[in-house]
């Protein structure tokens, strides 16, 4: 059937409004059963009429839907946001792959057993071990924060506006909040001179990363530096105490690779930019 | 006459020895552009130059007026492109939701409800509405190409660039899928390259066949087809004049080849004929493409 009437605007506002009697509300009514342009008028004017009390069927069904589709931030995510980053950047953060488990396992696992071996009667074998260990978990924390052989969605990922380095720090970042405590307590168990001066090579180690993950995948240079100080601790380890590494010019060394790397990662984040813009 | 949405000249790309990409000349226009070409012909290194994942080592590469030549320009680019590589990879416990809305943030969607109410439109726009809580893992292949490809339709791109969008979807969902890429393209500059010479042929205005590096066609799908007109013919048997021949449904073989023999009987030809004629081409017999 076609309507070739409509329902004037004044009386449809108030029937929407309830202000109008019994017998126009029944004609009203009756027109607006079979007439798909006026249901679309009445549901406008319902919308615009703030005093309306018919619900807002639009944002009820969004709530009902993100309540259904929308994950709960993950226990990471919920602790990153505490520690105050946006939700989408938290989100992001949670999102390495380093942070779903088996990344925390390991560094437990390597950390446990440097702290026992330390405990035990074996205390240079644990203190070489935690010396290997310790100054590469933020080296394979870099590495795991933005490279395609972990990260099964880099291709996308890399595609979008989001500042590329500004992923790598976030992650890097989150990375060593959840790992790092692990690893700093493994070292109270060790003697004094070891802990926490570890730091200065990791540290070193770091910067370096960070800024050479300007340019490249971090993955094979952390590989690079990774294979590097593993040889020099145990040579150094087989000629006497590995805690020389720690000592002297070892530590100028550290020093010279920090500033250089933070010096040369700040140039690059004034020149390829981390700032993000979230409409 | 229309400013190019992509423009390249003179790009060149190389991994190793071997040169991937080889002096490609290009000048894109907004509608569909088909990308044709055998395994290592350049295809994917083509697109991901276009997605701005790779960098060309030579040439000029000009995408939505930015010339690549600086992050700024990157970001300006990324900031109106859509990308769907050939390679899927989804993060691990990700649902299909989680994974579109981790995407959305990426591409600078901050604002939860917004974001989300983009998130669920390119889920219904390639049919995957009620499965947006599974888990990627769960899925089907055809199915996660959909959620790869809902990330690349998020924000309605100026730019978008598609990888064998079609690989793994049933015939439905291809028809459907198409009519979704149709829509796309009415304002947006679209690029895809496919072994499916019917979804050129149903989708594209224009196709470019790659050939070792070298783009060995370029023009519009007609001109190609037409290219094929009287050197398709079907036969009780396997002409040895042919290039290519195989058995149909109806137990005859159709025959593709320089010319049809005059007693033959010449049917029209389809986009996968001509391709099959002018993968056959050498230089010296190189088909002529009317214009």
Same mark, same amino acid.
């Given at each position: 059937?076609?309507?070739?009437?409509?329902?004037?605007?004044?009386?449809?506002v108030?029937?929407?409004e309830?202000?109008?009697?019994?017998?126009?509300?029944?004609?009203?009514?009756?027109?607006?059963?079979?007439?798909?342009?006026?249901?679309?008028?009445?549901?406008?004017?319902?919308?615009s009429?703030?005093?309306?009390?018919?619900?807002?069927?639009?944002?009820?069904?969004?709530?009902?839907?993100d309540?259904v589709e929308? !994950?709960r931030?993950?226990? %990471?995510?919920? &602790? @990153? *946001? /505490?520690?105050?980053l946006?939700? $989408?950047?938290?989100?992001?953060? =949670?999102?390495?792959p380093?942070l779903?488990?088996?990344w925390?396992?390991?560094?437990?696992?390597?950390?446990?057993?440097?702290?026992?071996?330390?405990?035990?009667?074996?205390?240079?074998?644990?203190?070489?071990?935690?010396?290997?260990?310790?100054?590469?978990?933020?080296?394979?924390?870099?590495?795991?924060?933005?490279?395609?052989?972990?990260d099964?969605?880099?291709?996308?990922?890399?595609?979008t506006?989001?500042?590329?380095?500004?992923?790598?720090l976030?992650?890097?970042?989150?990375?060593?909040?959840?790992?790092?405590?692990?690893?700093?307590a493994?070292?109270?168990?060790?003697?004094t001179?070891?802990?926490?001066?570890?730091?200065? !090579?990791?540290?070193?180690? %770091?910067?370096? &990363? @960070? *800024? /050479?993950s300007?340019?490249i995948? $971090?993955?094979?240079?952390a590989? =690079?530096v990774?294979?590097g100080?593993?040889?020099?601790?145990?040579?150094?380890?087989?000629?006497?105490?590995?805690?020389?590494?720690?000592?002297g010019?070892g530590?100028?060394?550290?020093?010279?690779?920090?500033?250089?790397?933070?010096?040369?990662?700040?140039?690059?984040?004034?020149?390829?930019?981390?700032?993000?813009r979230?409409? | 006459?229309?400013?190019?949405?992509?423009?390249?000249?003179?790009?060149?790309?190389?991994?190793?020895?071997?040169?991937?990409?080889?002096?490609?000349?290009?000048?894109?226009?907004?509608?569909?552009?088909?990308?044709?070409?055998?395994?290592?012909?350049?295809?994917?290194?083509?697109?991901?130059i276009?997605?701005?994942?790779?960098a060309?080592?030579?040439?000029?590469v000009?995408l939505?007026?930015?010339?690549?030549?600086?992050p700024?320009?990157?970001?300006a680019?990324?900031?109106?492109?859509?990308?769907l590589?050939?390679?899927?990879?989804?993060?691990?416990?990700?649902?299909?939701?989680r994974?579109?809305?981790?995407?959305?943030?990426?591409?600078?969607?901050?604002?939860?409800?917004?974001?989300?109410?983009?998130?669920?439109?390119?889920?219904?726009?390639v049919?995957?509405?009620?499965?947006?809580?599974?888990?990627?893992?769960?899925?089907?292949?055809?199915?996660?190409?959909?959620v790869?490809?809902?990330?690349?339709l998020?924000?309605?791109?100026?730019?978008?660039?598609?990888?064998?969008?079609?690989?793994?979807?049933?015939?439905?969902?291809?028809?459907?899928?198409r009519r979704?890429?149709?829509e796309?393209?009415?304002a947006?500059?679209?690029?895809?390259a496919?072994?499916?010479?019917?979804d050129?042929a149903?989708?594209?205005?224009?196709?470019?066949?790659?050939?070792?590096?070298?783009v060995?066609?370029?023009?519009?799908?007609?001109?190609l087809?037409?290219?094929?007109t009287?050197?398709?013919?079907?036969?009780d048997?396997p002409?040895?004049a042919?290039?290519?021949?195989?058995r149909?449904?109806?137990?005859?073989?159709?025959?593709?080849?320089k010319a049809a023999?005059?007693?033959?009987?010449?049917?029209?030809?389809?986009?996968?004929?001509?391709?099959?004629?002018?993968?056959?081409?050498t230089?010296?017999?190189?088909?002529e493409?009317?214009?």
């Open positions: 059937m076609t309507t070739r009437w409509h329902v004037d605007e004044a009386l449809l108030g029937w929407v309830g202000r109008i009697g019994p017998v126009f509300a029944a004609s009203v009514e009756q027109h607006v059963v079979g007439c798909a342009l006026c249901r679309d008028r009445v549901g406008r004017a319902a919308v009429d703030p005093g309306s009390d018919l619900p807002d069927f639009e944002r009820t069904w969004s709530a009902i839907r309540a929308v !994950p931030p993950s226990r %990471t995510e919920r &602790l @990153l *946001a /505490a520690g105050g946006s939700a $989408p950047d938290a989100m992001l953060a =949670a999102g390495a380093a779903r488990g088996a925390l396992s390991v560094v437990a696992l390597v950390v446990l057993f440097a702290a026992a071996a330390s405990l035990a009667d074996a205390r240079a074998a644990g203190v070489t071990l935690f010396l290997i260990v310790a100054p590469l978990i933020p080296v394979a924390g870099v590495a795991v924060a933005y490279s395609v052989e972990v099964p969605a880099l291709e996308q990922e890399a595609a506006p989001y500042p590329k380095l500004r992923l790598v976030l992650r890097t970042a989150a990375v060593l909040v959840v790992s790092l405590p692990l690893v700093a493994a070292g109270l168990f060790l003697p001179g070891v802990s926490p001066r570890w730091l200065l !090579p990791a540290a070193g180690f %770091t910067a370096v &990363l @960070l *800024a /050479a300007t340019w995948d $971090p993955a094979r240079p590989i =690079a990774a294979l100080w593993v040889i020099t601790v145990a040579v150094t380890a087989d000629r006497g105490s590995p805690v020389e590494l720690l000592t010019s530590v100028i060394v550290y020093l010279v690779l920090l500033v250089g790397g933070l010096v040369a990662l700040v140039l690059r984040i004034r020149h390829v930019g981390v700032r993000r979230l409409s | 006459m229309i400013r190019p949405t992509v423009e390249l000249i003179g790009v060149g790309k190389r991994f190793g020895g071997t040169a991937a990409l080889d002096g490609v000349d290009l000048a894109l226009t907004p509608g569909i552009t088909g990308l044709l070409g055998p395994n290592g012909a350049g295809k994917t290194t083509l697109l991901r276009l997605a701005t994942v790779l060309a080592d030579e040439g000029v000009r939505l007026d930015h010339d690549l030549a600086t700024q320009d990157r970001t680019v990324r900031r109106r492109l859509g990308y590589p050939q390679e899927l990879g989804f993060p691990r416990g990700f649902s299909a939701f994974f579109v809305d981790y995407m959305a943030v990426l591409k600078e969607w901050g604002s939860a409800p917004a974001r989300h109410a983009e998130v669920r439109r390119v889920l219904e726009q049919d995957l509405a009620t499965l947006a809580t599974k888990r990627i893992s769960t899925l089907s292949g055809g199915q996660r190409r959909r790869a490809l809902a990330q690349a998020l924000g309605a791109p100026d730019l978008l660039v598609l990888d064998e969008p079609t690989t793994g979807l049933d015939p439905e969902q291809r028809v459907a899928l979704v890429l149709a796309t393209a009415r947006a500059t679209l690029v895809l496919t072994h499916q010479t019917e050129v149903a989708l594209c205005d224009r196709v470019i066949v790659l050939s070792g590096g070298h060995q066609f370029d023009g519009r799908v007609a001109q087809v037409a290219a094929a009287g050197r398709v013919w079907l036969a048997a002409d040895p042919a290039q290519a021949s195989w149909t449904g109806s137990g005859r073989y159709r025959n593709v080849g023999p005059s007693a033959a009987e010449v049917v029209d030809p389809t986009l996968e004929d001509a391709y099959l004629l002018l993968r056959g081409a230089t010296s017999d190189s088909i493409v009317p214009a």
